[in-house]
Every structure is written in C-alpha cells, then in structure tokens.
C-alpha cells in the first residue's frame, strides 16, 4: 500500500481567511505534517497561492475539503509524490 | 544482472483519472519504491506530466502496463538509470 | 495543534526607525527565535523591507502589533510554513 | 596504472532497441557499474542520447563494442575522467 | 534580550585607508567575530563597498563610529539578522 | 615548499590519439591523482579540450611533456591551485 | 587582534612568469596556506588574473611584495576577510 508524501497545489483563495489562517487549517489536516504557501499573484478579488503539503501518509481529500471550506479552489495539482520516500525529481534534457 | 533504478517518463495521460490516482497507480508497482510526478502543461483533452519513479529494480513493463491501464501514454523516456547506483549525470561544456 | 514556523512578510516602513531598531523590535516578539530583514528598495517617504521571521510557535499577531507600533504596514504575506517542521517548498515545472 | 572511472558519451542509436534495452545493455558491460542515458532529441530516424557511464575500472572497448552491438555510434566523447577518483570540473573564468 | 548577529552594508568609503586596513577596523570592533568586503565599484574620489559582518551580539553604533572615523559612509543597510540564530532568507515567488 | 594542487588547461589536441588515450596519458604522470577532461568543441582538425588534473603535488612540467609527446598544445593555463589545501574560487561582485 | 583570513585580488602580470610560476610564488610567502589563481582574460602584453589567498593571518604586504617582485600589480582588491572565521557574503536583494 502506497502513501502520498508530498503534494504541491495551485490554489485560488479569496482574500479571507488570509494566507495564514487558510494555511493553518490545511496544516490541521490530521495526516499532513507540514505545509508551505507561497503568494503566487493576487488582484481586488483572489489571491493565486502555491501550496506544498508533506506527511507520512496524507490523506488528499481532507485537504482538498479544508481548501474547499475556506472558499478556495484547487486551480492545479502541479506536483504529487507517492512511494517509501520523496523522489526528488531531477532537470534533465528534456526540461525547457 | 543489472537493475533498473530510476526511469523519466514524459507521458499524455486524460483528465481522469486525476494526477493522484495516476501516481499512485504507478507507485502501487510491485517494485517502485517511490514516485513524483509533476504537471508540464494541460489543455482541454489532456494533461502532459513528467513522471520520475525510484527502486532497486523497476519493472518497467509493470510500469507501462500501469499507465497504459489508466488511459496514458508514454511520450518519451526521458532518462534512465542502470546499475548499482544511479549514476548523476553532470553538465558537460556540451550541453546547451 | 498545529504552529507557524516562519512567515515572510513584505513590509513598509518609514525611514526612521532605522532598518535596525525595527528588526530588533521584531525579534523581541517572544515567540520569535529569529528575524532577517532585506532591503528591496526605498524611496524619499518609505523603505520597502522584505522580512523572515522564524520560530517553534510564532504568534503572528504580536508581529504585527510590533510592526504597526513602529509605524510599518504588512504589505502582503509572501510566504508561510505551519506544522512540525518548515517544509522547504521545491521548483515545479509550474513556476515560471 | 590508471583507470578509467566516469565517460559521458553523445550516442545517436536507432529507435530500436529502446532506450531502456540500450541502457541496459551498456550497463552489462562487465566494468561498468551504473549507467544514466538522457534524451537529447529524437527525429524519425534516430535517438541522440547522453549516455553517462561509472565505475572503477572501465573497459571502453567493451561499452563501444556494446553500443554497436545495438546499432548505435558513438558520435563524441564529450567528457572522461581517470585516476584514483573522478575529478569534479569547476566552472572557470574561462567557460563561456 | 535578542542580539544583533549579522549585518550587511553598503559603504562608500575614500580611497585611503585601503579596503584592507577598512576592514581590519571594523574587523577589529569589541562585538565583531567577522567582516567580508567585497569592491561593488569604484570611480576617482569613493569605492562602493558591500560589508557583511557577523558576530553573536554586534554593536552596530560601534561598527557605524569604526566606518565615519575612516572617513566613510554608510550609504544604505541591505540586510540585518536579529535573534538566537541567522534566519537564512529564501527567495520567494515575489522576488523578482 | 607549496605544492601544485590543482591545474586547468585549455588544451588543442588532434584526434589521435582520442580523448581516452589522451587523458589516460596525462593521469599517468607520477604525480597525477586524477584527470578530467571535457570537450570543449571540434573541427577537422582539432580537439578544443578542458583538462583538469588534480594531485599531492603535481608535476607540471611532466603534465606538459605528456601533452606534448601527445601532439597537444597547451593554449592557456586556466586556473592553478597552490598550497595545502586547493582553495575554492568564489564569485565576487566583480566577476561578469 | 583581528587576523586576514582571504583575500581576493585582480592582477595584471606580465607573461613572464607564467601564471603557474606566479602563483607558486605567492603561495610560498609565509602566511599564504593556499592560493587559486584563474586567468580572466589576456592580450599580447599582459595576463588579468584573479588570485584568491587563504590563511589564518595572511602577510597582506608580503603577497603584495611577491606580485610586485614578479613584475604584477594589483588592479584592485575585490574581497577581504577578516576575522576568526571566514564569513561567507550572501547575494542580498541589492546585488544586481
């Protein structure tokens, strides 16, 4: 049985919550460890956010749910990591 | 006897299922031990995403019949490493 | 019972006090373990100051208070970490 | 007596074998142990592949001998280490 | 009590004393374990001097005397560390 | 009494002997730990090659001899490293 | 008593003695525990080489002695470091 370990999503927010309490509820999701949010771009109505989400076994719709409880949607899901451990992904020659 | 460690992937994959259950489809493989995979672009039919997955010896068949299952294709190979180690490759004054 | 780790700000302040007095106020804020202040620009009237705060537990609202009671505003809240531990946010193939 | 530990080669090979059966087959060679082939580009006729090869004493006749064996050319040796261990190139004033 | 630990200044400073003796001075204040200086430009009257010092409790009024009493100016504070530790700042998604 | 550490040349060779033969050469010298050698470009006639050649204590002159019982010239010294230790070149704020 | 730990010079030296002469020279002076020089750039009469010295109490006015000794002259010091540690610059938001 795998786990999700990582999960890097951009979000669309509104303005409230701010980024903190939105990302504090994402962080009191039970199976995530530790989240990040960065502030992408914002304009008058939302605020465009990159959330990155890490945890031994994280259960994505608790945190899809939380995203969605606080008036957020999940614009992408730009980078997902699945296994025993986080496979860093590496530039290769292929990568614009 | 070699392994295979470490496979790139660029793989066309539909909307459904999502970036989730298509990972952890791949990771479910009996001898993957990690996956991360990552969102290059999308339009309205598919998504384009690199797919990077880790083991002590990958059956890449199991793999491709793990993404053929789910509605994808394999684009390209990326990268692949064999061996006892994965071997990092480095910039050479070759590289563009 | 999650906590916020480290926050990062974009701050306006006015010249006086100096870049200084203003991060040794923030720093004094007790749940703060540490605080780095950068320069990003400044004009006649105001300094533009990205500020790190870093600590076990921060209590964002007394950061606020210390920045206001030294005449700052929050601009925006570029970045922020809750959870057990900063999880150090990666390049996806997403950011530009 | 000196050997040869790391060569980074620039290979054009036909589609078939894959990459993977390519790889693989480099990495067999009795010195070698572990092999990283990148994808540069491809037409429709041939793969130009960055084919990175380690160990501690490898036997190029063998590698060359294994990538014709495939189909392949050799079309540059794009970097070679010897000696007791590899020398890590540093950037200089001088590289472009 | 938090303390001041590192700093970094951008000085213009006459030709004499050279950057060396410059720096010996500041090198030489009570509370400083460290200076680098490095040379951003220089025309015929000033050199334009990037100083980053670093000690467990800098006495910032003491550094400023050591600059104007070689005959210097603090053109502008770029960056400041208060607290139990440096705060290493990250780049952001807002740094340009 | 110092020691050569680490050397850096820029070195035109013909074709024979190849890149291997070459650096196989040079990192049998005496006092030759290891060589790295990359290619910079070719044309019909020449090999532009990046030699690095790192030891205890190198003997440049016999690095030279081999370069030149090889039919190679050596077109610059790019970097050298003198002392106990190689000393690590940083970026300052005058370089390019 | 503060000590200079690194210190980073632009030279100009004549073609006589080569750079790997120069640089053993300065390594050789008392203080001096290892010297990296680079080539910047040449023309027919001169070589602008950047050295970078390390020690735990460099002889400022003794390497200064061995340039001068060897027909070089010092451009500009481009870093110095003085102290009980080296102290590493960072790239702050006010470098270009």
Redesign the interface.
Known sequence: ??T?????L?VLKPHEP???AF??R???VES?????????E?DQEVQNV?I???GAGLD?DAIEAAVDGLGGTIH???????????????R????G
């Open positions: 049985m795998t999700l370990r990582r999960v890097t951009d701010s980024m903190l990302t504090e994402v962080a009191e995530v460890d530790g989240v990040t949010a960065s502030l992408i914002l990159k990155t989400a890490e994505y992408s899901i730009d980078q997902v990591a699945y296994g025993e451990h986080v496979v860093e992904e590496r290769t020659l292929q990568d």
